[in-house]
Structure formats: C-alpha cells, structure tokens
C-alpha cells in the first residue's frame, strides 16, 4: 500500500521542491530581463540593441536625439511597465491571500474605479485634493481618492469585523457608487473633457517619468521585504482563519497591516498608469501554478510574473501597428484573457510539485 | 507541566457560553476526553484554554500562569488547540503545510532542525508517503491526520484537538487516537479531546469530563462517568454501561 519513505528521502524531496521553485523564480526573472530589453529597443525608429546600450552606458554616445529616445522615452515607459506590474501583482497576491479569494485583486475593493473618479474630478472641475500639484493634479486626485477608498474599507472592516465577506461587499458597494459618480461626471464634461478621461481610464504608459519610478521603487523595496518579514503568518491563513488563529497567528492585525500595505501599492500602481486591470489576477494565479502558495516563493513570483505581463504588454503595444501605441489597459484584456484562459485549462490541479 | 481551569466563564459577544467550569489539576500525559451534546461548550472551553477566547470570568493556569499573560507565540507553542472541521484549498505540500505550523513559533529562517522535526512527525504519523502531495489531494482521513500533525509538530504541552475523528471511518479514528496515545508516551502532553463517540473514549481516554449547557456535570474514570445515569439524560437517550468479553467499555443507548 504505502512506500515507507525514510526520513532523509523526505528531506531530498522537499530540497528538490525549494530548488524547482527558485529554478522557477530564476526563469521567469531572466523573461523579464528579455523583455525589458525587446521593450526599449522596439519602437518608432530602428535602432539596434547594441546602439540602445551604447547610449544606455553613455548617453552622449549617439547624439542628443538617441539620447531623449531612449532615456527620456523609452526607459522610463519600460521601467514603469516593469514596476507597475510589480506592484499591482503584489498586491493582488497579498489581496488573494487575505481575502481567501482567488479572484481577489485591487480593482475588487473599487480601488481603481475610486481613482478614475478622483482623475475625472480633475480634468472636469479642475479641482484639486491637495493644492497647488500643477501638472500632477490628475495623478495626485486619483492617488488620494484610491488610498481614501482603501482607508474606508480599513475603517468600516474594523467597525464590522474584518471578515472577508465584509470586505468584499464593500468592494462591491464603493465600486458601483464610484462608477455612478463617475458616469455623472462624464455627464457634466465636455467633449474634449471626455475624451480625456476615457484615455486616462484606458491604461496608457506613456505618463511615466522618473519621478514616479523613483516612487514606485521605493514603495516596492519596502512592501516585497514587509510580505517577506510577514510570510509565515500569511502562508499559515492560507489553511483557513481558525487553523491560523490556533497556530498564534493575530489574523485580524495581519489583515490591517497587509490592506495598508496593499492600498499604498494599488492606489500608486493605478494613478500612475491609469486602470490596468488583470495583471493583479493574472500575475499571481501564474505564480500560484509555478511555486505554490508558500509566500516565500509565491510573493516575489507574483511580482516577477506581473512585470513580466506588463512588459510583454507594452511590447506588443507598440508592435502590433508600426508607429501606433495601443493603451496598455485595451491590451492587456484583449490578449491576457485568451493566454490566461488557455493557461487554466491546460493546467491540471495536481501541478503542485 | 499541570492545568488547572477555575471558574472559567467565556462566551461570545454578550452570550455567555461556559458557566463556571473548574477542572482540578490535569497532569502531564494525561488524556481526557471532554464529552457532552452539540452547543454544551466544547470549542469554547477549548478555545479559552488556547487563549483564543478570553475568558470573561475565572482562569485557566499552566504551571501556575494564566494562559491570558503568556505571549501569543509562547502561548501557540505551548498550547496547540486543533480546530474542528479542518480542509482547505490551498497549493501546499503535505511538507509545507506542516513546515508553516511549526515555523509560527521559532523564527523566520528555516533551520535544518526544523526540517528533522517535520519529517519525524511526518514519520510518526505514518505520513511519510503524502510528504510531497498536494494538501488539495487528500482524502478526508489524510487532511485530518496533517491538522494532527501540525499539531503535535510544535511538541507542545498541552493538545487540544476537537472532535478528531468527526468524518472519519473506523480505521482512520483508531489510527489518529493511537497515533496520539503514541505521542503521549513520547512526549508527556496533557491532551484533551472532543469526543462524539462515547465508546471510542471510553477505550483511549484516561478521565471523562461531561459538560452540558457550559458546566460540567461530572468529571472521572470513564468507568464511573460511562455509568452515570447524566449520560443518558445529557444526550437524551436511554444508556447501558456493558463490558465486552475482551474487558472493553461499550455504551449501549436507545431513544426513550
């Protein structure tokens, strides 16, 4: 009936497994490194690899012109789809972990729909959360307007009990009422106002700049080492909410601290690029596949496999009509939806090894 | 190592649950099984005594200390409550998901130590062979053995498992209570146990404790609580203490 496995054997399997999963981890890290690399050579004028890294290593090298292509241009739009891949992923991990919901991400909680509304409240009213931001007045709203959302779902969860129904529900709840206020705003606008927004909820890269990079690094140097420290008690809630309880884990205060964490993320990711949807699923549902749940793994692959996506994303972007940049959000849909459905299906349940 | 529960009320919210429960002193390596109908306070006596519920009246003390001072770590590794119906789907081995119960309580790198730890409890279990599978996979005899032996994997002093072997067919409930009964000799920890099955308490446990309606109505052998006529009117039936041939305890009981 059953093999006798001996102590040691045990041991060799489990050391073959957490080998398979930095193997795992190493791979999808090399992709992406390609893909960074296909992304800032892929463009409008032909250059070369090897004159992008020439003017990669020495700016000057080729001439002004090469130099705010690429470094005014094309790497900042190749970074940021890195970063806000990233962090979106991230996000909807720590969101799938806590929530218990494989279909959890941060546009579940109204995140993304709160942040369109504080964008359109700029280009319609021109009215501005916090003053004088200038030329970051859309971006700024839409932060402000997603963290606020985030902060109420904190609020009302404690008042409630942070249950992940209750959360949910509130998700729902803020997701439609933004969406009204939304439609009502898209009411009052002019036409030109519209066109504005309709852009702005597209999802487009092109609002990268190294300002905002330097943001998105920083927030995600410490929200990828916060889930690392915190990984024992987020793998445990993965057994279910009493088995966490009863192994020591503080469940309600780990929810507390990973929505803050998430929030900060999700509100960065989506006043950035606008609404991206689907890397938040898609990321980590592929992560989970490769390496399981155990968050050590799981966290940084959700990450990796995000950016990946939203790299390979603003690559085909920009190749699929020479000369024409698709907004990323149509992209990522219209693509990743066939790509994810065919990787569930051709997947079997017993992966995990 | 000694537990002694006094005057202990807990409940939930404004609903009170146990009513006074005062258990004199249960020694190391002592198994007892705490017994009574559906909603007579089982989870909750449990869970005061794991900390998860605080108590609104009275204590439990381990080696003289109230459980409700201990730290939440120390208090995890020293008291392992096993919650009821157990199963989830979550993408963990066997080893992972036993790996992570023990890593709650001893720091975030795993140590080679650790390891040792999982596969000799693995081992103990007889689980050696699902140590690679998915937890999704297994049956429902195998899910409720990996609780057990996240459980027992802490080694801590106090086990409470409730109602172990609800689900289970009659191979699986002997192995898990003898593969407990296995881990007392080894290790010495007080264990207690929810138990629905009367005749399965009375072959593993040490002492019974009959609980109703949050307060306990008896508290011995189980020779003597098995022939109380409280048994038969706590569960509302009509019961019969026998002896088999081979010297066990059967409860017989009917409707009245």
């Known amino acids: 009936m059953s093999v006798d496995t001996s102590a040691a054997e045990m041991r060799q399997g489990y050391a073959l497994q957490v080998a398979r999963r930095y193997g795992m981890i190493l791979a999808v890290a090399l992709l992406l490194v390609v893909s960074f690399l296909l992304d800032v050579t892929t463009g409008p004028g032909n250059y070369s690899l090897s004159t992008v890294a020439e003017v990669f290593a020495d700016p000057m090298s080729h001439g002004v012109r090469l130099k705010v292509i690429v470094w005014d241009y094309r790497l900042p739009v190749a970074v940021t789809a890195v970063l806000v891949g990233a962090l979106l992923a991230v996000a909807g991990a720590q969101m799938q972990t806590i929530l218990n919901n494989p279909l959890a991400e941060p546009f579940t909680l109204g995140v993304s729909a709160a942040a369109s509304f504080g964008a359109s409240l700029a280009i319609v009213m021109g009215f501005s959360v916090i003053p004088a931001v200038g030329p970051l007045l859309v971006t700024t709203n839409a932060f402000v307007f997603a963290l606020a959302t985030c902060g109420f779902i904190l609020f009302a969860a404690r008042l409630k009990g942070v249950g992940s129904e209750t959360m949910i529900l509130f998700g729902i709840a803020i997701f439609f009422t933004f969406s009204a206020l939304l439609a009502l705003m898209q009411y009052m606008a002019s036409e030109d106002q519209i066109a504005r927004i309709v852009f702005w909820m597209m999802g487009s890269l092109s609002r990268a700049s190294w300002e905002k990079i330097g943001i998105g690094t920083l927030l995600l140097c410490v929200a990828i080492p916060f889930s690392l420290y915190r990984t024992w008690p987020m793998t445990a809630l993965r057994m279910g909410e009493a088995a966490a309880e009863s192994m020591g884990v503080d469940v309600a205060r780990l929810r507390v601290e990973m929505l803050i964490c998430i929030s900060l993320l999700a509100a960065t990711a989506v006043s950035f690029v606008g609404t991206v949807g689907f890397v938040g699923l898609v990321g980590p549902h592929i992560a989970r596949l490769l390496v399981g749940e155990d968050q050590r793994y799981f966290v940084p692959l959700s990450a990796l496999v995000g950016a990946l996506v939203l790299s390979l994303t603003s690559l085909i972007s920009k190749s699929i009509t020479p000369g024409i940049i698709y907004p990323i959000g149509i992209i990522t849909s219209l693509i990743g939806v066939p790509v994810f459905v065919s990787i569930i299906l051709s997947t079997r349940r017993e992966r995990l090894s | ?256």
């Not at chain 2, 919210?13 to 249960?26: D, I, Q, W, Y």
């Not at chain 2, 705490?34 to 909603?39: K, S």
């Not at chain 2, 590794?77 to 890593?103: D, H």
Request: proline share 4%; hydrophobic share 40%; glycine share 8%.
């Open chain 2, 1 to 256: 190592m000694t537990l002694v529960i006094t005057k202990l009320c807990a409940g939930y919210g404004r609903a009170r649950v146990l009513h006074g429960v005062t258990v004199p002193e249960v020694p190391s390596g002592a198994f007892v099984g705490v017994i009574g109908p559906n909603a007579s306070g089982k989870s909750t006596l449990f869970k005061s005594i794991a900390g998860l519920v605080t108590p609104m009246n009275g204590q439990v003390l381990l080696d003289g200390e109230d459980v409700t001072h201990l730290r939440r770590r120390d208090r995890a590794r020293r008291i392992a409550y096993m919650p009821q119906a157990f199963g989830c789907n979550a993408l963990l081995t066997v080893f992972e998901s036993v790996l992570l119960a023990l890593k709650q309580t001893t720091g975030w790198r795993v140590k080679s130590d650790n390891l040792d730890r999982v596969s000799d409890t693995l081992k103990a279990l007889d689980l050696s062979h699902l140590a690679s599978r998915g937890i999704g996979d297994l049956s429902g005899g195998q899910t409720q053995m990996v609780a057990v032996a996240q459980t027992i994997v802490r080694s801590p002093q106090v086990i409470l498992l409730d109602e172990p072997t609800s689900a289970l067919d009659l191979h699986h409930q002997l192995s898990i209570m003898s593969s407990i009964r296995n881990e007392m000799d080894r290790k010495k920890p007080v264990v207690m146990a929810a138990l629905h099955d009367l005749n399965l308490a009375a072959k593993f446990c040490d002492r019974l404790i009959l609980l109703r309606e949050g307060e306990i109505l008896a508290d011995g052998k189980p020779e003597d609580i098995l022939a109380l006529s409280e048994i038969g009117e706590t569960y509302r039936v009509i019961t019969h203490l026998e002896q088999t041939s081979r010297g066990n305890l059967y409860v017989d009981a009917r409707l009245p």
